[in-house]
């Protein structure tokens, strides 16, 4: 386990084993503070796009674990365009113990991981954020005590927190169903991969274009903003196409009463999700958000700290 790419790159054991990891290094900090598993480790981080939540819950996690980490934004490192990518991460590998990125093709991330001598993380790409599927499952196993049997409805773009909440939902045996408008479909390939692993794991992967038959049943309702970073051009059309795919408090009532809300944030209130439902009962957006710390945590600690 070198790097931290992709959900489908890990067992199923290994992300339940992550999930526990996380889950304990978060009961730790809470009663004592984290032991110091990373004493002189240093995270650089290259930014290629806006982050609130990636950049601040990695730095906070190196901190708590006893390391540092190191913020190197879009202007910084012109990846592949001032120097290219493969030299990136040789230099790197000689300077700090890991490396995270947030990038626009997920090509880049392959290509840093191929030349890097130490752990890459995707911290996002435009095919995936297994980041963020790590804390999702993290609050939907401290809702629910499992994700296996559950029925997770994805309501909205078929985009990179789609494809990798797929996974971790196939891997770890949740019914996954999504509802999309056409032409925003999740990405093929990572689609086949989906079923292939549902079916190993004895679960269903269904694509639907009706919200409200996604939602029949459904303990997790999860939804992201229309426009991803990087599509901004399309973000007139997006607008007109996406509206009857908003979580408002009416699709809410027509899943499980237990139902939970979910969002990766940063979320476009009032477009697809309404503050009703963000501020209400059934959102655990707050949660989820903090819980990227306790799962990168858990992913630091297994690629530099030996756990
Ligand atoms: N959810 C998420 O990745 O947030 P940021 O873009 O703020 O990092
Ligand atoms: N799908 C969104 C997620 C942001 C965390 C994007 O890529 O912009």
């Known amino acids: 386990m070198k790097d931290f790419i992709a959900i489908e790159d890990y067992s199923s054991s290994e992300i339940q084993e992550l999930l526990d990891l996380a889950e304990n290094l978060k009961n730790e900090w809470k009663l004592q503070g984290n032991r110091q598993i990373l004493a002189n480790k240093t995270l650089a981080m290259i930014f290629q796009k806006p982050s609130l939540r990636t950049r601040i819950s990695f730095d906070m996690a190196m901190r708590h674990l006893g390391g540092d980490a190191l913020y190197l934004s879009p202007a910084e490192i012109g990846l592949g365009k001032r120097e290219s990518i493969a030299d990136i991460a040789r230099v790197m590998s000689g300077y700090v ?82 509802a999309n408008p056409e032409g925003f479909d999740l990405n093929e390939r990572a689609l086949n991969s989906g079923k292939k692993i549902a079916q190993a794991t004895g679960c269903l992967v269904t694509i639907l274009r009706d919200p409200h038959q996604a939602v029949q049943n459904a303990q997790v309702i999860y939804t992201d ?20 795919y908003q979580v408002n408090a009416k699709l809410v009532s027509e899943a499980d009463s237990d139902v939970i809300v979910m969002h990766c944030l940063p979320a476009h209130r009032g477009h697809e999700l309404t503050d009703d439902v963000a501020d209400g009962s059934h959102s655990v957006i707050f949660q989820q958000a903090h819980n990227r710390m306790h799962a990168q945590k858990a992913i630091l600690a297994r690629l530099l700290g030996g756990l």
């Open 97 to 178: 113990d890991a490396l995270m990125a947030r990038v626009f093709e997920h090509e880049h991330i392959l290509e840093l991981a191929r030349w890097s001598s130490i752990p890459v993380i995707n911290g996002l790409s435009d095919y995936n954020h297994p980041c963020q599927a790590l804390a999702d499952a993290l609050t939907i196993q401290e809702k629910f005590g499992t994700l296996k049997g559950l029925n997770v409805a994805y309501v909205g773009d078929g985009n990179n927190v789609a494809v990798s909440l797929l996974h971790i939902c196939a891997k770890l045996g949740a019914n996954f169903a999504i």
């Open 225 to 244: 903003t229309w426009t991803s970073m990087g599509q901004e051009d399309e973000a007139r059309i997006r607008e007109k196409v996406f509206p009857p």
